[in-house]
């Protein structure tokens, strides 16, 4: 079973920021938070990662509260391109469970 | 580079026949994954292989479902006597190694009648 919770759904105005939260409170020490995206008709992408500290590469920034119980994916300027189902996952990075447990993600819509 | 690259893109086959779905991962990935897309069950992990073996077969739906993977690369997903609740799109991602993120390809549509 996923271990995170996120919003069903979400709007977003072209050029502004888009925040998407993230519940995952029952994580572990070792676990990781994982970010992928999956814009219609194709497969997943994925976008960014993180364990405690803050994350940011090309496409995303990651928030990840002290306590770990819940993280944010920000994009900072958001484009038509970046409607998609956005999902959090939490996992593992060591051992035999290598798999990625989808949960239903947030449909995160930007409008013109 | 080239990514994940899966075939056929569609598939439809008639409930009872056997298919075959090909999955060519990224060149150098050592670990591959399956997956499927289902309108009632969303995204599912089916089976994980690392090199040659699959250390972890635990989301194969049935005796019916099999996969393998020769040579490091090329894997085929094999699902028997096909039913009309196979019908999904069948998903195969790789990475660079068994902890780093995964790289998907753009699935096979499969339809069964």
């Known amino acids: 079973d996923a271990k995170t919770t996120q919003p069903t759904s979400m709007d977003c105005a072209e050029g502004r920021a888009a925040n998407l939260p993230c519940n995952h409170s029952?994580?572990?020490?070792?676990?990781?938070v994982y970010w992928y995206r999956q814009i219609h008709s194709q497969g997943p992408q994925y976008i960014i990662h993180?364990?405690?500290n803050n994350e940011t590469n090309e496409m995303a920034s990651l928030i990840i509260t002290e306590d770990r119980k819940s993280s944010t994916l920000i994009l900072p300027h958001a484009t038509l391109r970046d409607t998609a189902v956005y999902y959090c996952?939490?996992?593992?990075?060591?051992?035999?469970?290598?798999?990625?447990?989808f949960g239903q993600g947030t449909r995160l819509t930007i409008n013109p | 580079g080239a990514g994940v690259s899966q075939s056929p893109s569609n598939k439809v086959t008639e409930k009872g026949k056997d298919v075959e779905l090909r999955c060519d991962p990224i060149?150098?990935?050592?670990?591959l994954y399956w997956y499927r897309q289902s309108l009632g069950q969303g995204l599912e992990f089916l089976i994980y292989?690392?090199?040659?073996?699959?250390?972890?077969k635990s989301g194969l739906p049935s005796d019916r479902f099999s996969a393998e993977r020769t040579g490091g690369s090329v894997s085929t997903l094999t699902i028997q006597r096909t039913q009309q609740e196979d019908s999904a799109v069948y998903l195969c991602?790789?990475?660079?190694?068994?902890?780093?993120?995964?790289?998907f390809g753009p699935g096979t549509r499969l339809t069964v009648t």
């Open positions: 991602a790789s990475s660079l190694g068994w902890s780093l993120e995964q790289y």
């Open positions: 993180g364990l405690k």
């Open positions: 292989f690392q090199g040659n073996s699959a250390p972890d």
């Open positions: 029952t994580i572990s020490g070792n676990e990781y």
């Open positions: 996952i939490v996992r593992v990075n060591r051992g035999r469970d290598q798999k990625l447990v």
């Open positions: 060149s150098g990935h050592t670990a």
